[in-house]
């Protein structure tokens, strides 16, 4: 979700600068910093109604319920609310601005297609998420990049209007070395800030299944997973943009092309499954 | 000035100190909590054991010898609810071989086997030692932390000193072979 507000803020960003009009991205900024803090608020609840996930009781469905109380108690969590999707693309995700308020919702395609160990790995992966505050730590990121792309606008302008009026021809010749110099950096700081942004995200990735891992002391259990669920090419219906980076996998499949190009990587809000699963049966948990 | 530079530097002695203190007790805390954890994990097997036996007992009363087996070792380790991790694994793998072997005979008795309500505390026992082994794990993670920092330097002196004391492990079998037999039919 913080993706799609940090986007918000870059358009409002380009917009503003190509219009020479601050208001935009006021507007851009403060809506973006007021949303995710909503989100992050009640981001239980909309991830719920926005991916139409019905909740599940211990009878209602045995294994799932056993599954995550068991490894709750091994993370020494309080137990989640736990909601089913039904759409047969396997997929799961974990919500909640803390641990008492978290939401692991799974699909009823990863039900179907996963073992018991899997699921285990998979589950795992997402309580490490409540566990690590993932949640608090992207509305966080998103927060600061916004006061980034603030303070780089503010600063163009400055050296615009305000900074560079000295007198002696000298010192002008380094104020304008000085003053081109802000402009580019001010100009790529918003795009370093998304990017820093979704560095995190993929990072907190590879920490999660780490986490996961040390939780089920199976890392095979989730690499099984994660090939299962890259394997399966069917697209995850009730997944946009806004609610992408939540999922274990990304939920968007593309078709061939093995190989990621380092400007493709830049982009994504997960790591390559192929890195994850690398990283997982290389673990060491000795 | 030395005087001020002697009372900065025990100023940040002391609350390097007060630092280590704390966090020590922290991490001592969340390995009592994690035992008590456990703790609920054991009592609510041992109050499943006396209906599993009878249920049992029903079908297969002359097993005497086996369920008589099972109840004492159920005693026996409800008797060491005092005592240390190690004693408590002890008498907690002695009556789960008991166990498996009760599951074992349960295996020649197909109307047993076929009654529901063995089949539900079957269910119960097994989910529960699940969560017993969830548990221990976490147990022995915050058992890990804590005895690294009474290990560490520099706070092994501190916790020489304050007479904190490392943990033992919370080690038991896990009870998978004991599925392998049930799923044989």
């Known amino acids: 979700m913080s993706v799609f507000f940090v986007s918000v803020i870059l358009l409002g960003y380009i917009f503003s600068a190509a219009m020479s009009n601050s208001g935009i991205l006021y507007f851009a900024v403060i809506f973006s910093i007021i949303s995710s803090f909503v989100s992050y608020w009640w981001s239980d609840k909309i991830v719920l109604a926005m991916s139409a996930a019905h909740p599940v009781e211990l009878e209602s469905n045995r294994e799932l319920y056993h599954v995550v109380e068991n490894l709750c108690i091994t993370a020494g969590l309080p137990l989640p609310k736990i909601y089913v999707i039904d759409d047969t693309a396997p997929n799961a995700f974990a919500t909640g601005r803390n641990p008492a308020h978290a939401v692991v919702a799974v699909t009823s395609g990863l039900l179907e297609k996963l073992e018991k160990s899997e699921l285990e790995g998979v589950i795992a992966h997402e309580l490490s998420h409540i566990g690590n505050r993932d949640m608090l730590l992207a509305t966080m990121v998103t927060v600061m990049v916004g006061i980034i792309v603030l303070l780089a606008d503010w600063f163009r302008r400055w050296t615009f209007w305000g900074g560079g009026r000295r007198r002696d021809r000298e010192d002008g010749q380094l ?25 995190i995200s993929r990072k907190r990735e590879f920490l999660a299944d ?40 990304s939920p968007f499949k593309e078709d061939g092309e093995r190989k990621i190009g380092l400007w493709t990587r830049l982009f994504m809000t997960h790591p390559p499954v192929e890195e994850r699963i690398a990283a997982l049966r290389g673990l060491d948990l000795k | 000035m030395t005087t001020w530079i002697i009372l900065g530097l025990i100023a940040v002695v002391l609350i390097a100190m007060i630092a280590m203190y704390n966090s020590l007790i922290r991490q001592k805390n969340r390995v009592d909590e994690a ?7 054991l009592k609510r097997r041992y109050d499943l054991i006396p209906n599993l036996v009878e249920t049992v007992k029903g079908y297969a009363a002359h097993e005497k010898e086996t369920l008589e087996r ?11 609810s005092t005592g240390g991790a190690q004693e408590r694994a002890e008498a907690e793998n002695a009556l789960s071989s008991t166990l498996k072997s009760m599951f074992a005979l349960a295996e020649n ?9 063995f089949l539900e505390l079957q269910r119960e026992l097994t989910d529960t030692e699940d969560k017993i082994q969830a548990a221990r794990r976490f ?13 560490e330097f520099p706070t092994n002196l501190f916790a020489r000193v304050m007479n904190f004391k490392q943990r033992q492990f919370f080690e038991i079998e896990e009870p998978k072979e004991r599925e392998a037999v049930q799923v044989k039919f």
Do not use: C
């Not at chain 1, 003053?179 to 820093?196: D, G, K």
């Not at chain 1, 939780?215 to 806004?242: F, M």
């Open chain 2, 70 to 80: 099972v109840i004492s070792a159920r005693n026996a380790a409800m008797a060491t």
């Open chain 2, 109 to 117: 008795y197909p109307n047993l086997k076929a009654s529901e309500n």
């Open chain 1, 210 to 249: 780490a986490d996961g891992a040390l939780l089920t002391r199976y890392p095979e259990g989730l690499a099984r997973a994660l090939e299962k669920i890259s394997a399966d090419r069917e697209p995850l219906e009730v997944a946009n943009r806004a609610t992408a980076h939540l999922y274990i996998a």
């Open chain 2, 139 to 151: 147990y022995n993670g915050n058992v890990r932390d804590y005895n690294i920092k009474v290990q």
């Open chain 2, 35 to 41: 035992w008590a954890d456990i703790d609920v994990q």
């Open chain 1, 175 to 199: 104020q304008l070395v000085i003053m081109i110099a802000a402009i580019i950096l001010s100009i790529l700081a918003p795009l370093f800030a998304v990017l820093m942004q979704l560095a």
